[in-house]
């Protein structure tokens, strides 16, 4: 059996293989190839032009080319695998992502060459969950503000705020999205005896009250919520979920929390607010556009903590993905039932071969 493992500055090669050497054991032939653009900011810039506008737009490793071919497995991470490097996998039967997106796979022609693709979801859900809560503490206590001030000379006390501050206990956190890591924000606010309340149209009733929390409309969470923090995945249905609408209807002490995806919200709407201080502020790790240029609204607002896309980004996080993704293949060819495929037909797979 051969595997191609592509790695990349956040997810290096030798750290695939030792994944793939400790689940499918020796018997596997894996060959390495790293996804190296030229320095760390056109790897960002890539990434996230990938992540809005699709494999064709990277720039992945011609090496890649001399192994595809021939193998009957790929993982990686955030290369692009576009139509061209798909159709020349020949032999491949499986593309295992080492994230939950899937932007940087070419999926459709994936699924007419009868290859399976599998995210790996979950992956950095606990990154993300303590990064959340993080955010949220810091702009109620203006914590990363207070901390500038600090390094500029300034023993600053008061801010925007300082009307509202407050404890996080008794207060109200409305989950947009209840999916890996909505769940683990719930369990974790669950020690500052916070108020619950979900907004997710695919949850189970049953599980949100079981995390403690009770299912509402958007517009009830949006109106009653002292944070309104956003997990759920972008797509068509969701894109622009926060518009000018459910800003009107929230506190004016509310606080929005947003370490998902930027297009969750009307970004000009979520300005506009935070400029007239119909909202109490904001805590923003995710951008319309990446990085944001110099004269971005958030930089001159005293009322938004913003931080450069880090909510995923632990060794933690990366380090366990492919061990994840390769145990879940391991479940399914013992059991069936791959939950993690997404090719929007059946692709037939025989899963133990690999096993």
């Known amino acids: 059996m051969k595997i191609l493992v592509i790695g990349d500055p956040l997810l290096p090669s030798e750290r695939l293989k030792e994944a793939v050497d400790a689940v499918l054991g020796d018997k596997e032939e894996v060959f390495c190839v790293d996804w190296k653009p030229a320095s760390d900011e056109e790897f960002w810039n890539l990434r996230s032009l990938v992540e809005k506008n699709g494999p064709s737009v990277g720039k992945p490793p011609k090496e890649i080319f001399d192994y595809v071919g021939d193998v009957d497995m790929i993982i990686t991470q955030h290369t692009p695998l576009n139509k061209e490097i798909i159709e020349a996998a020949k032999n491949c039967s499986v593309i295992g992502v080492c994230r939950a997106g899937l932007e940087n796979v070419d999926i459709p022609t994936a699924t007419k060459m009868g290859i399976a693709v599998s995210r790996t979801m979950g992956r950095n859900a606990n990154a993300v969950s303590d990064y959340t809560i993080g955010l949220m503490l810091a702009e109620m206590r203006n914590i990363a503000r207070s901390h500038a001030e600090l390094k500029q000379g300034h023993w600053k006390k008061q801010y925007s705020n300082a009307a509202f501050v407050g404890d996080m206990e008794g207060k109200t956190v409305g989950l947009v999205g209840f999916g890996y890591i909505g769940h683990l924000v719930a369990r974790k606010l669950s020690g500052f005896d916070v108020n619950l309340l979900v907004y997710d149209p695919f949850a189970k009733k049953e599980d949100i009250e079981a995390a403690g929390g009770k299912l509402v409309s958007l517009e009830e969470l949006c109106r009653e919520s002292d944070f ?118 059946d692709v037939s797979v025989d899963y133990k071969k690999f096993f």
Do not use: C
């Not at 007239?276 to 607002?301: C, N, Q, S, T």
């Open 228 to 345: 309104i923090s956003m997990h759920a995945r972008l797509s068509d249905e969701t894109r622009g979920l926060l518009g000018e609408k459910e800003f009107a209807v929230m506190k004016p002490t509310a606080y929005v929390i947003n370490t998902a995806r930027a297009g969750l919200i009307d970004e000009q709407a979520l300005i506009k607010a935070l400029e007239e201080k119909r909202i109490g502020g904001a805590g923003i790790d995710v951008y319309w556009i990446e990085p944001p240029p110099a004269d971005h609204a958030f930089m001159h607002l005293d009322n938004v903590t913003i931080t450069p896309h880090l909510a995923g980004s632990t060794k933690d996080a990366f380090n366990r993905t492919p061990y994840l993704l390769l145990k879940e293949l391991k479940r399914v060819a013992a059991e069936g039932n791959p939950r993690w495929i997404v090719n929007d037909k």
